[in-house]
């Protein structure tokens, strides 16, 4: 008896598609992806760039704190206790303020924390913007005075809003009557190997080579450190140190604040 062969079954042959025909609708969803993500950046890097578009998240720094009392002033007074004073004149401002959310950059008045680890906690904060607010002091002669502010230098990324900070604050002291040092109030400062500060006016564009404040130097947003009057002068200290003064300083921070967002120097409700 014969045997059967067994065949197995022929395969129907698939028409493979060209391969042109599935790259394409592939590379086309590709390079839009690429496009999109490409304006995205551009977007966000604007938007990074331009204040009033930014969250208005503001550090406040309280120069000296604790065991670091700072320089010490006509009559004994205490650097640290009028930073404090006008931190907290600044901190009610800006906390009564629906349009601005105010961070501190310590925890209480008595914390001794250095100004690399106040920066941190400014950068891990999401801050767009940082004061640091001291006073000055010319050793004890006296004849020193005004106001004068050191923004972040030029070749840091946060230079240009941070010289527009800068102004706005000058302006609203100088309307306030300080005295305006150097050019137009606004400094940049640098630390050489030998920690000496050197001081440019804001005139002198160049990258000096040189690390900031630490305090406009690393805090990962736009950052003025401000000089608020020298408390080794008998009138600055009456105008921008006594009680009253640091009110005074406190509401031209808050203008300058609001008016670098965009905003109008009060609050609608309170503008007269």
């Known amino acids: ?32 992806a690429g496009a999109f993500w490409i304006a995205l950046a551009r977007f966000s890097a604007q938007r990074e760039d331009d204040p009033t578009k930014q969250a208005r998240i503001v550090a406040i720094d309280a120069g000296h704190a604790g065991s670091d009392t700072g320089a010490i002033g006509v009559d004994g007074v205490r650097e640290c206790d009028l930073t404090q004073a006008t931190a907290q004149a600044l901190w009610d401002l800006l906390e009564a303020d629906p349009d601005i959310v105010p961070v501190m950059c310590r925890s209480d008045w008595d914390e001794d924390l250095p100004a690399a680890d106040r920066a941190k906690r400014v950068a891990r904060s999401d801050a767009t913007l940082s004061l640091s607010i001291h006073m000055n002091s010319d050793g004890g002669s006296g004849q020193a005075s005004g106001f004068e502010c050191f923004p972040a230098p030029p070749g840091n990324q946060y230079n240009k809003n941070s010289l527009r900070f800068a102004d706005f604050i000058t302006a609203e002291m100088s309307a306030a009557g300080a005295s305006l040092r150097g050019d ?32 406009v130097n690393s805090t990962g947003c736009a950052s003025v450190l401000a000089e ?5 002068s008998e009138s600055d200290l009456a105008a921008f140190a006594s009680p009253e003064g640091c009110q005074l300083a406190a509401r031209c ?20």
């Open 1 to 32: 008896m014969p045997t059967a062969t067994l065949r197995r079954p022929r395969r129907r042959r698939r028409k493979r598609a060209p391969l042109l025909r599935l790259a394409a609708p592939i590379l086309a969803l590709v390079l839009l």
């Open 184 to 215: 137009g109030g606004v400094r940049y400062a640098y630390y050489d190997e030998n920690d000496q500060r050197i001081i440019r006016e804001r005139s002198d564009t160049n990258p000096e080579g040189y690390p900031s404040f630490a305090m």
């Open 228 to 232: 608020q009057c020298f408390i080794t």
């Open 253 to 272: 921070y808050y203008r300058a604040i609001r008016q670098y967002y965009g905003l109008s120097p009060e609050p609608e409700e309170s503008a007269s």
